[in-house]
């Protein structure tokens, strides 16, 4: 049983936020799209985040670990179009974008956090973004968090925002939230930029532990393109206007808050796999029977990763022979004579592999369970009891194309 | 210095072997390509192979194995069009295909390698590989290297092969051989079919040695896809007859089998990826100055795996921020403010970033080199002395045309 429900709504919709997304002009020859945004709380938040794992990464992320120290903030900064990565003034760029917005709202620079999100390598123009929080601090509100979604786009076709919301206590608390995701997305990591808001009352402590294993079973399952980022970073601000308990410790309430804390991050997880570079559909590989959780994990991610696999999503061709090689190389030990393969759409599912061997299958019911959007790939290991869920999408000429010259 | 010439030749330029591929019909919608071939020799062999490391395999693999356990084989059958892997009676098929090559030159069945690579999950058709073999027999020569080399093919665009000599203690040693590998390519595994050859008198456990020495700096530094396949093999037969003195210790004789050996294996790894499947370009990632040999192949191999890189080689994009992403998520400990990155090509050599900074430079010249047919990736590490190289190549839309129905 569920415990909570999806509501149309944003990173406004919990208590105490306002938002909004302006066109600064970081991105140059795009001066028709938002690439500037800020998320505000009226009085300073137990915050935490987690981080991309890559030795790589925009000085935006050592900036906001600092600030995170203390777990407290008030406001979140976010450009796109510069990753602010690997430049000489990285650092300094961070930090003055802290500033502008502590200046901007009457806080401290200490309870900003900054992310940026684009083309690595080049130095980032502080010029626009000094003009776009100028514009911006005049029109924060709780309708802006469509538009704070807009902005932190790069090559996502469309918004990511989501709302939700369960009872605490008698309280009812909302969880809401934006991301940008969809080319360099990989398992392990961050993944993506993303920033979520609650009104819950919640420690800084028990908001990192939700935020950590709520990540583990959706931001850490999805594969675009098997890629990391310089700068992902998932990060979450709890007001407390609630008025809920405090959840301090893993009790009943810590529990229902992290179900649906992993719910919503789970439909997060779906939309960006789905908007993956070029992607034309939404593969989840979803394995059962594994011997331990990480064999089901490790299967599940090493499916959605295979390039072969995708490239027989995209032509939804039935091939049971990549799924099989995929699960064979992942490095999980598994009987490969007890694996049973289907796939799954709204069209129905047909099984394609049972205890390892290929099954003679009615090839016109498979493609029209492919051609949907939508695909499962059920993989029953036969090993044991445990379950895991990956989420990907097809390879298509798009991503290719997509990527074959990102700069320009 | 160099103590090997390459010479024109084949599988078959050793002393002792012959060899031919036929239409046999494995391949039932294409009956113009060949697809069984034998190689075989006048004597029995020293034999050594390297598998892959795949838990889902082909039985191929597995009779192979047994049949090379005392060191020893006579010839090689190997077809395409089916990879006779995840079927019920794939046990069977392989041992039925090492019968029928051995009826047919009066050896021992034990003396028979057997590889087979092509479409996984469907049951081998033997009548084909009856027919076929009835008629190789009358047809194996010292020039059939090459029409082997064509009936291994699958998804290849050109055959792979090749053949070398140097001198040991006075007398000419041959070493050729053939090779397939296209899709389904990747690191660290027998990565394709190959079979080499060799008139060298050496003793399988030096053999053995040597082709895993080898295989390590070519084969297992090759990637085209990431996806490591079921059937990988890479198996080598001495024949002894170019009489020199038996290599049975590493010694100095050892070490220039070794180089000639490393030397061949490496024209082929450039061979592998230049023909990834949709490839239009080899990209090949030297990386120097690392802390240590290890470090140096773990970064060398994340950046040619990237997709993200393959896809701007494929745009001609000198996009650096992908390059040095690449490095960081690739586990290696490097020092990020210390890396070089320059790509070079025949038209000349262009540095776009330095400590870990991205450089402005010229676009125009940077997109004339990267329009050429094989581009040098240049990093640098600054941490030591240690270099290594990988072997890649673009990502292209052919690559996902050419899989997204694969078995049609």
Chains 1, 2 share one sequence.
Not at 110 to 125: E, H, M, N, R, W
Not at 176 to 185: D, E, N, T, V
Not at 328 to 356: F, H, M, P, T
Request: aromatic content about 4%.
């Amino acid at each position: 049983m569920k415990h909570y429900t999806f509501i149309n709504g944003s990173v406004t919709s919990p208590l105490g936020f306002t938002a909004n997304g302006v066109i600064a002009g970081v991105k140059p020859q795009n001066t028709t799209k938002r690439d500037l945004a800020m998320i505000v709380c009226e009085k300073p938040c137990a915050a935490a985040a987690i981080f991309t794992k890559n030795r790589v990464r925009s000085d935006t992320i050592a900036v906001t670990q600092q600030h995170l120290q203390n777990g407290t903030a008030q406001a979140v900064i976010v450009n796109s179009g510069n990753a602010n990565a690997c430049n000489p003034d990285g650092r300094e760029k961070a930090e003055r974008m802290c500033a502008l917005a502590a200046e901007a709202l009457g806080i401290s620079a200490d309870d900003v956090i900054v992310a940026s999100t684009g083309v690595i390598g080049q130095v980032l123009p502080i010029e626009p973004i000094e003009k776009g929080v100028s514009a911006l601090k005049h029109i924060l509100s709780a309708d802006g968090g469509t538009n704070a979604a807009e902005a932190i786009m790069t090559t996502d076709t469309v918004k990511k925002e989501w709302a939700l919301q369960l009872t605490l206590g008698g309280k009812t608390v909302t969880i809401g939230g934006i991301a940008k995701g969809s080319g360099m997305i990989h398992i392990n990591m961050g993944t993506t930029l993303s920033f979520v808001t609650t009104d819950a009352a919640i420690s800084a402590a028990m908001l990192h532990e939700a935020l950590v294993e709520a990540a583990d079973v959706s931001y850490n399952m999805v594969s675009v393109d098997g890629d990391t980022s310089t700068n992902d970073m998932l990060a979450v601000m709890a007001s407390g206007l609630a008025g809920n308990e405090e959840i301090t410790e893993k009790n009943a309430d810590y529990a229902l808050f992290l179900e649906a804390l992993t719910a919503s991050f789970r439909s997060v997880a779906k939309k960006l796999a789905a908007d993956g570079e070029g992607a034309t559909k939404l593969v989840i590989c979803r394995v059962s029977g594994a011997a331990d959780l990480q064999a089901a994990r490790t299967v599940a991610k090493s499916v959605v990763c295979s390039s072969l696999v995708k490239a027989a999503m995209f032509g939804a061709d039935a091939n049971c022979g990549r799924i099989l090689c995929a699960v064979g190389y992942s490095g999980a030990e598994v009987d490969v004579q007890k694996i049973d393969v289907s796939y799954r759409s709204a069209k129905g599912e047909i099984l394609v592999c049972r205890n390892g061997m290929g099954l003679a299958f009615d090839e016109v019911h498979a493609k029209e369970i492919l051609l949907e959007k939508e695909i499962d790939i059920l993989i029953r290991l036969g090993d044991g009891e445990a379950e895991a869920e990956a989420y990907g999408c097809d390879l298509t000429y798009d991503y290719v194309k997509i990527n074959g010259d990102y700069r320009t």
